[in-house]
């Protein structure tokens, strides 16, 4: 089991940068595939980005591919979301994850969300 704590997020202009960071508790956490999935009012839950256990692969949803920048550090365990070029339509609750699988799949373990608000 993994515990998951994001940090990082809050108000920030349209074309600016924030660095969400999740840490992990446990002796496990390289085990993981790790994600971020997003969730704005008055919609679904949508996948963001992911990251293999060893961090060879990454996986992102159209939308933030280019300006969106996901990357663990298995030593420290935590991963982050470099979040660059930022649109008022990435305004959500982001949503940290740990799951078998990297991609726009189901996750075991989440954390609490931190909101991230992206003002024009």
């Known amino acids: 089991q993994v515990q998951l704590v994001e940090s990082g997020g809050g108000l920030v202009q349209a074309r600016g940068s924030l660095r969400l960071s999740c840490a992990a508790s446990?002796?496990?956490?390289?085990?993981?595939?790790m994600a971020w999935v997003r969730h704005a009012p008055g919609k679904e839950r949508k996948f963001v980005a992911a990251?293999?256990?060893?961090?060879?692969?990454?996986h992102y949803t159209d939308a933030v591919q280019g300006r969106f920048t996901i990357s663990r550090d298995n030593a420290k365990n935590t991963v982050h979301l470099q979040m660059n070029s930022l649109k008022p339509e990435d305004t959500a609750v982001y949503y940290c994850a740990a799951g078998n699988l990297a991609g726009p799949n189901e996750y075991d373990y989440w954390g609490q969300g931190i909101q991230v608000t992206v003002s024009s």
């Open positions: 446990g002796r496990t956490f390289r085990r993981y595939a």
């Open positions: 990251i293999n256990q060893s961090g060879s692969s990454t």
